[in-house]
């Protein structure tokens, strides 16, 4: 790398962003901690399908992780 | 055993498909074609330039790998409820991902990075973190390239194709097309993977239940079968619950590995080589959907209980293969290999030219050539890849296959130990490089030592029996298990900051950082050209 601090003028297709902190991103805890929460679904009832509840509600997890991100990204993104 | 004759439809079709795909590899070169490929952003990062449905398929391909397809169900097939770890793991790396990869892209665009050791170098400023992180990277990346062939070597096994040769004819094609597509080839192929995925599993958990009489029975046979008692160590196989010292384990190993996974070179790879932040955090969404999928994989093991199906010789990584054998008219069982078969190409692709890309810039660039111009670096990068797979191969062929699932194993435990200069370097640099590689070294050194002590009762091994710990090894009263690479990295982190705060007091100097802070927040504007080819960061370029 040939300097350690590069020039403050960035090079023409870059977009400068202030920050990416937002309080939002606080809601991205949810799907770390509620998997890793195995008292929660560590049960064979109730049963969904046959499925017993430790595996559906697993599967159901992803959901929320989809969920949480999906609100997450539509919070935070830069509006123009 | 199974034998290729009784196959020959399978084995039509899987060639068949497989051919196909490779010569997608080599039409790869073409597609979305830069200039010239003579560079590391194109050959090594696809142009820097992929949208989002091209990253989507991208980082899927990559990281659900065959041999998680293979390697997951066999765990739930022979131990049951603990083999599900793959479901929250797989959860919960997005949300993580999501915030640390968007910063480390930007970064990485700014400065031109193309691995996690380059941006450790600009970071921290100290070549030797740097190296060491690179080093990981490279050991961790073989062996994990090396299970991709032993997912390929299950399926053929079952075809009854035997020997290597079969296997060794496609490393060599895939070797060749990586060498001259690039990134491009994996990202092209793993449109056809992941179809062929879906397919399989959606027709896999319709059908085979239907066949087997619905999912309760299924549950119910695995339940008796689990239940057991296994002759090796005297209690049950396994369990459809976790019981009560597998708890800290899943907990732990779920964690563990989901922090592993975005830490391995080929990942930042698949990260790097998107085209903004958007597409990464749209991805962060949607790569969900694999884990719903390898969730319903995962259940293919207590199929095969409820299926009564055998594993070849002691080999259980066969009883998915076995399965679909069992299940499905023979042209269709064709189609699921082709699908694992597919399904080791693409990531093995990938994980070839993360460890390349790490060998070229953190080795060659900065120890052997360091006025290498961006076509050594990129012809260097080619080579490299090669011999990365060459090297796969020998294993296999010369080495028991036990060894690189051991390997493997080793290796998530060491990648996991590059977590703080990488994934914490993203938003600090209070830890102090000489902490960072002293805390590197002592959590690999605590993570083998606690592997070695671990025994497999079942095959009578002594060492490196596998990653759950069971803490009376170290003189505690219980037999409560947890993940080897969790309690790593703990070490790791200890020693980070004590060493830090014991160097701050003694007046140890600091190192130059390359970053600002403004640095891991820029993004693409749209419709910008990709950035400057010419190997030097792309602030530098600009001027």
């Not at chain 1, 969920?67 to 123009?80: M, S």
């Not at chain 2, 903004?276 to 259940?299: C, H, Q």
């Not at chain 2, 490196?464 to 703990?490: E, H, M, N, P």
């Amino acid at each position: 790398m040939s300097s350690p601090h590069p020039p403050e003028e960035r090079p023409t297709g870059e977009a400068p962003r202030a920050s990416d902190r937002s309080p939002w991103n606080w809601v991205l805890l949810v799907p770390i901690a509620v998997p890793l929460s195995t008292p929660l679904f560590n049960h064979l009832t109730p049963e969904l399908l046959g499925f017993p509840l430790f595996y559906w509600l697993q599967l159901a997890f992803v959901l929320l992780g989809v969920g949480c991100t999906a609100l997450v990204y539509n919070r935070t993104k830069r509006r123009d | 055993m199974p034998s290729a004759s009784d196959h020959v439809t399978e084995l039509v079709v899987f060639t068949l498909l497989f051919l196909l795909v490779s010569g997608m590899g080599f039409a790869a070169a073409r597609w979305r074609r830069a200039e010239s490929l003579d560079h590391l952003d194109e050959w090594g990062l696809g142009g820097r330039n992929f949208g989002t449905w091209i990253t989507w398929f991208l980082l899927g391909g990559d990281l659900y790998t065959a041999y998680t397809f293979v390697a997951v169900p066999a765990l739930v097939f022979a131990s049951g409820a603990i083999g599900f770890y793959a479901v929250p793991y797989t959860i919960l790396i997005y949300p993580m991902a999501f915030l640390v990869m968007t910063r480390l892209w930007s970064v990485s665009y700014r400065h031109g990075y193309v691995t996690p050791a380059d941006f450790v170098r600009g970071r921290f400023g100290s070549p030797t973190l740097a190296l060491l992180v690179a080093i990981t990277g490279i050991v961790a990346t073989m062996p994990y390239i090396a299970l991709q062939l032993i997912g390929i070597e299950a399926v053929l096994k079952v075809m009854g194709v035997t020997g290597h040769l079969p296997i060794v004819i496609a490393f060599l094609i895939l070797a060749v097309y990586t060498y001259s597509s690039g990134l491009r080839a994996p990202a092209l192929i793993a449109f056809v993977k992941d179809t062929l995925i879906y397919l399989v599993i959606i027709v896999a958990v319709i059908v085979i239940p239907y066949k087997l009489g619905g999912w309760d029975v299924i549950f119910g046979s695995a339940e008796t079968a689990l239940g057991q008692t296994n002759p090796n160590t005297g209690a049950p196989k396994g369990s459809i619950l976790l019981n009560a010292n597998n708890q800290l384990q899943y907990i732990t190993l779920a964690l563990g590995s989901a922090l592993a996974l975005f830490l391995y070179p080929h990942s930042l790879t698949s990260v790097l080589a998107a085209k903004n932040r958007d597409t990464i955090k749209k991805n962060m969404s949607a790569l969900p959907a694999y884990s719903f999928l390898l969730g319903l994989i995962a259940l293919l093991g207590y199929m095969a209980i409820a299926a009564g199906i055998k594993p070849i010789g002691k080999d259980t990584n066969t009883i998915v293969p076995s399965l679909f054998d069992q299940m499905f008219p023979d042209w269709f069982a064709g189609v699921c290999y082709a699908a694992i078969g597919i399904g080791a190409l693409v990531p093995a692709s990938i994980m070839s030219i993360a460890a390349a890309n790490l060998f070229t810039r953190n080795v060659y660039k900065e120890y052997l050539k360091k006025d290498a111009t961006p076509a050594q670096e990129a012809a260097t990068s080619k080579i490299t890849s090669l011999v990365v797979k060459v090297g796969a191969v020998l294993v296999i062929l010369f080495l028991d296959p036990q060894f690189a699932i051991d390997l493997q194993l080793i290796g998530g435990v060491l990648i996991l130990q590059t977590l703080p200069s990488v994934a914490l370097g993203v938003y600090t640099r209070w830890l102090h490089p000489w902490a960072l590689s002293t805390g590197l070294i002592a959590g690999l050194a605590v993570g083998i030592g606690m592997l070695y002590q671990i025994p497999n009762p079942n095959n009578g091994k002594e060492h490196f029996g596998g990653s759950a710990y069971r803490l009376s090894l170290a003189g505690f009263d219980t037999d409560k298990q947890i993940y080897v690479g969790f309690v790593a990295v703990l070490a790791n982190l200890i020693v980070a900051v004590l060493l830090t705060l014991v160097l701050r007091r003694a007046g140890a100097p600091d190192t130059p950082d390359a970053t600002r802070p403004g640095d891991y927040t820029v993004d693409r504007s749209p419709d910008a050209p990709p950035p400057a080819a010419s190997g030097e960061p792309a602030a530098v370029a600009g001027d």
